[in-house]
């Protein structure tokens, strides 16, 4: 294990801006069909740790889940550690091998490696990307509107849980993930499935002017910042996370046919999802978790 920071990455070119707003159905927790860049591609299970949603798209042995309300994962809830043993069940390990860091809003990494130096005390190593050869580990990240993605490599097995708020966003913290992977385990970009989770969506998102001002002072362009801003009903910027994760994904080299996005909004669903701009401090925590797998052959 080994943790290392990455500093800013330079933005990759603007693209054509125009989107659809996806509808979500929770009745059945299926995004409708609608014109995107990413197939509906995310399925309802019943697992250990109740309703999750996995991704189609990512390879069967990447052993992954994002979790709905019927687990909360919050530090402190008196749920957590029971949450977790499901979780764990789910995912096919034990709740001890399931890393997760101290998450800050960043882009700083966090390398588990198979028989490689004993992992960290749980919540111990400040990072926000996680990424493993080990298949015995499950990586996880906790989140209540902040964005998650999970990453697998089609090749070599390896995976990648990555935590990306409005901050983490700014700092490009999906490219850091791909950046690791490609740097620890050799992967290729081109050979990595992506799936961005259940999170705020652009219309409940509702931000300050410095929020703006803070994704262009990171060097996003200009045509970036006007794909992934708009303004809202009162007149005030409303950001997009799907699309800005997806779209640095890509700039990283992920082909965006191997990137799903969910596109369900934690804040507009509470019967399903829990969010900090719903609910305040107290909402709980929703996790994406992923584990390694060994590639045949």
């Known amino acids: 294990m080994a943790v290392a920071g990455s500093g800013s990455r330079a933005p990759g070119a603007g693209r054509a801006s125009g989107r659809r707003r996806p ?86 990494v966090l390398i588990a490696r198979l028989n490689g130096v004993p992992y960290p005390a749980r919540g111990s190593v400040d990072a926000d990307v996680l990424v493993s050869d080990d298949p015995s580990v499950a990586l996880a990240v906790r989140v209540a509107d902040c964005v998650p993605v999970l990453i697998a490599d089609a090749r070599l097995g390896v995976v990648a849980a990555i935590h990306a708020g409005w901050r983490g966003t700014a700092a490009r913290a999906a490219c850091a993930g791909v950046e690791a992977l490609a740097g620890a385990f050799g992967s290729r970009p081109g050979d990595l499935h992506a799936a961005i989770g259940p999170s705020i969506g652009p219309a409940a998102y509702e931000v300050g002017e410095e929020v703006r001002a803070a994704f262009d002072a990171a060097g996003h362009g200009r045509l970036s910042l006007a794909r992934w801003f708009s303004t809202g009903p009162r007149g005030r910027p409303h950001l997009d996370v799907w699309q800005a994760n997806a779209d640095q994904l890509t700039d990283a080299g992920v082909p965006a046919a191997r990137i799903a996005c969910a596109r369900a909004c934690t804040a507009s669903h509470p019967e399903w999802f829990f969010s900090h701009r719903g609910q305040g401090a107290h909402a709980g925590r929703l996790v994406a978790a992923i584990r390694a797998f060994r590639p045949a052959g």
């Open 23 to 108: 509808v979500f159905d929770p009745s059945s927790l299926k995004i409708l069909a609608v014109s995107s860049p990413w197939l509906p591609s995310f399925e309802l299970c019943h697992l250990a740790c109740g309703r999750a949603l996995r991704c189609r798209e990512l390879p069967q042995a990447a052993s992954h889940l994002f979790t709905t309300r019927d687990v909360d994962a919050r530090p402190g809830s008196p749920e957590a550690a029971a949450a977790w043993e499901r979780i764990a069940a789910a995912i096919g390990t034990s709740s001890s091998r399931i890393l997760r860091a101290h998450q800050v809003h960043g882009r700083a």
